[in-house]
């Protein structure tokens, strides 16, 4: 059996992932790819390091040289994250003419196009299957098993550490903070969380699928972005009381008027089954024009569903029967395409008000949305005192442009406190 050394770049969450993987399953590795794999070395910042997994020390290097400088080597595992110096590592190995696997969306997304390139150039593979998604094959379903498609939308909760901390709120009551540190414990959220809780990772991830499904260039300036750190209890009471549950959602659509773009907080009936996807579960709804609807549905962070999307890519490219099928589909020549404007979306919202209590503030505000085109399904009010009132409005669909306007205006009623939430309610044309 042919003998192939490889190296990883990083021993963090998905290096150790990737380590136990290759140690627990030596037998499934080798027959599957039909050679004999073995880590010969793994850079990393810090050699003393207490670690989670084993590794003779001698295998530890703070030096990238001996990985790129070894002609011996012939895949690289980038798995450190960030742009600096995992962008310049990736570049150096294929420079050096080794296959790349990476899990590093937020590079993906930045630097892709180059990455591709070079890969191109050098005549190596460049593999990515645990950038979106974690353990779910999400990259191969779209670049391989849908490629008779045109796909038309894609749905999906695609940041497991927002889901875990939301699943936590809604479920146990958890407050925010406490179910993020339980995220960064079991290795789900970045280095920097702020990428996960603000919405960036998700960002990264839908330019990534949504540049392969609609086979157009999108750049994370396309996408509107709103993350979690701004959903409150009350909102869960609320929107649990109106048979919602509160998800990441990331949404890509293929319209008329051009391709619709947008990761926020999303109000979905509990029915649905996004509305069950709980923890660091990840799952991404796809409609395409021949298949109709499908859903993928899988551990979308954590060391070892993230090692497993690691380690097929490794087998894919010794078993040499990938072609360059993933490589050229992101590759710089893609056709830009209109993307729709946030403003002409159209969705229904929940809308949270704290108020003064005096007559006619209901008048005030509901000639306000309805002189916006923007019409009202229901209204609740909570009376905390008299000088703070919550008011929940559900609205009918409306233009987000024209909700807008009428937040703009709301704000500047004397009888308003605060604009507490706006939330996107998304029925899913139920
Ligand atoms: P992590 O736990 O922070 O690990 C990063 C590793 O990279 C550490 O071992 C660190 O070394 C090493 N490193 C950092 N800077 C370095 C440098 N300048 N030179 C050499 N080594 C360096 O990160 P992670 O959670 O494993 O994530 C790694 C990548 O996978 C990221 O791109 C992330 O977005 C992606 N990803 C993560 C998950 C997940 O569930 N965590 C899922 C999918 C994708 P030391 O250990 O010595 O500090
Ligand atoms: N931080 C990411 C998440 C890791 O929580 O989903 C998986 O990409």
């Given at each position: 059996m042919e003998k192939v050394k490889i190296a990883l770049l990083g021993l963090g969450n998905v290096g150790s992932g990737v380590w136990k993987i290759f140690n627990t399953n030596k037998n499934e590795v080798s027959r599957r790819s039909g050679c004999e794999v073995e880590i010969a070395k793994v850079l990393v910042r810090d050699k003393f390091k207490q670690r989670k997994v084993d590794v003779p020390p001698d295998m530890l290097t703070t030096n990238p040289d001996d990985i790129f400088k070894d002609e011996s080597i012939k895949i690289v595992a980038e798995l450190i994250g960030g742009i600096d110096p995992?962008?310049?590592?990736?570049?150096?190995?294929?420079?050096?003419?080794?296959?790349?696997?990476?899990?590093?969306?937020?590079?993906?997304?930045?630097?892709g196009e180059e990455l591709f390139k070079t890969a191109e150039e050098e005549d190596v593979y460049f593999y990515y299957e645990a950038s979106v998604g974690g353990g779910i094959p999400i990259i191969r379903e779209i670049n391989e098993s849908l490629?008779?498609?045109?796909?038309?939308?894609?749905?999906?909760?695609?940041?497991?550490?927002t889901?875990?901390?939301?699943?936590?709120?809604?479920?146990?009551?958890?407050?925010?903070?406490?179910?993020?540190d339980e995220a960064k414990e079991k290795g789900y959220a970045e280095a920097d969380p702020t990428s996960d809780i603000e919405g960036y990772d998700p960002v990264y991830k839908l330019a990534i699928i949504a540049s392969l499904s609609f086979g157009a260039k999108i750049t994370v300036d396309d996408i509107y972005r709103e993350g979690i750190t701004k959903i409150t209890p009350l909102d869960i009471k609320y929107a649990c009381k109106f048979g919602y549950t509160i998800k990441l959602l990331s949404i890509g659509?293929?319209?008329?008027?051009?391709?619709?773009?947008?990761?926020?907080p999303t109000m979905i009936p509990k029915a649905h089954p996004l509305s069950n996807v709980n923890d660091s579960f990840n799952a991404i709804y796809i409609n395409g024009n021949a298949v109709g609807e499908l859903m993928l549905y899988?551990?979308?962070?954590?060391?070892?569903p993230t090692g497993s999307a690691v380690v097929s890519d490794i087998i894919s490219i010794l078993r040499n029967n990938g072609?360059?099928?993933?490589?050229?589909?992101?590759?710089?020549?893609?056709?830009h395409k209109k993307i729709k404007p946030l403003k002409e979306n159209i969705s229904q919202y929940y809308i949270r008000l704290s108020v003064i209590d005096m007559p006619g503030v209901l008048g005030e505000i509901s000639t306000i949305l309805g002189r916006n085109n923007v019409s009202i399904l229901t209204v609740t009010q909570d009376v905390k005192s008299k000088h703070d009132v919550s008011l929940i409005f559900i609205t009918h669909e409306a233009k987000e442009g024209d909700m807008q306007k009428s937040i703009d205006n709301i704000k500047k009623l004397t009888c308003i406190n605060k604009v507490e939430s706006i939330i996107r309610i998304e029925n899913f044309n139920e």
């Amino acid at each position: 059996m042919e003998k192939v050394k490889i190296a990883l770049l990083g021993l963090g969450n998905v290096g150790s992932g990737v380590w136990k993987i290759f140690n627990t399953n030596k037998n499934e590795v080798s027959r599957r790819s039909g050679c004999e794999v073995e880590i010969a070395k793994v850079l990393v910042r810090d050699k003393f390091k207490q670690r989670k997994v084993d590794v003779p020390p001698d295998m530890l290097t703070t030096n990238p040289d001996d990985i790129f400088k070894d002609e011996s080597i012939k895949i690289v595992a980038e798995l450190i994250g960030g742009i600096d110096p995992a962008k310049e590592y990736i570049l150096r190995a294929m420079r050096s003419k080794k296959h790349v696997v990476t899990a590093n969306k937020m590079l993906l997304a930045t630097s892709g196009e180059e990455l591709f390139k070079t890969a191109e150039e050098e005549d190596v593979y460049f593999y990515y299957e645990a950038s979106v998604g974690g353990g779910i094959p999400i990259i191969r379903e779209i670049n391989e098993s849908l490629t008779a498609n045109k796909i038309m939308e894609i749905v999906g909760i695609l940041n497991g550490t927002t889901n875990y901390i939301l699943s936590k709120m809604s479920k146990e009551h958890m407050d925010f903070k406490a179910a993020l540190d339980e995220a960064k414990e079991k290795g789900y959220a970045e280095a920097d969380p702020t990428s996960d809780i603000e919405g960036y990772d998700p960002v990264y991830k839908l330019a990534i699928i949504a540049s392969l499904s609609f086979g157009a260039k999108i750049t994370v300036d396309d996408i509107y972005r709103e993350g979690i750190t701004k959903i409150t209890p009350l909102d869960i009471k609320y929107a649990c009381k109106f048979g919602y549950t509160i998800k990441l959602l990331s949404i890509g659509k293929v319209c008329p008027d051009g391709i619709e773009l947008r990761v926020h907080p999303t109000m979905i009936p509990k029915a649905h089954p996004l509305s069950n996807v709980n923890d660091s579960f990840n799952a991404i709804y796809i409609n395409g024009n021949a298949v109709g609807e499908l859903m993928l549905y899988g551990k979308g962070a954590g060391d070892l569903p993230t090692g497993s999307a690691v380690v097929s890519d490794i087998i894919s490219i010794l078993r040499n029967n990938g072609s360059q099928y993933i490589c050229t589909s992101l590759k710089n020549h893609m056709p830009h395409k209109k993307i729709k404007p946030l403003k002409e979306n159209i969705s229904q919202y929940y809308i949270r008000l704290s108020v003064i209590d005096m007559p006619g503030v209901l008048g005030e505000i509901s000639t306000i949305l309805g002189r916006n085109n923007v019409s009202i399904l229901t209204v609740t009010q909570d009376v905390k005192s008299k000088h703070d009132v919550s008011l929940i409005f559900i609205t009918h669909e409306a233009k987000e442009g024209d909700m807008q306007k009428s937040i703009d205006n709301i704000k500047k009623l004397t009888c308003i406190n605060k604009v507490e939430s706006i939330i996107r309610i998304e029925n899913f044309n139920e």
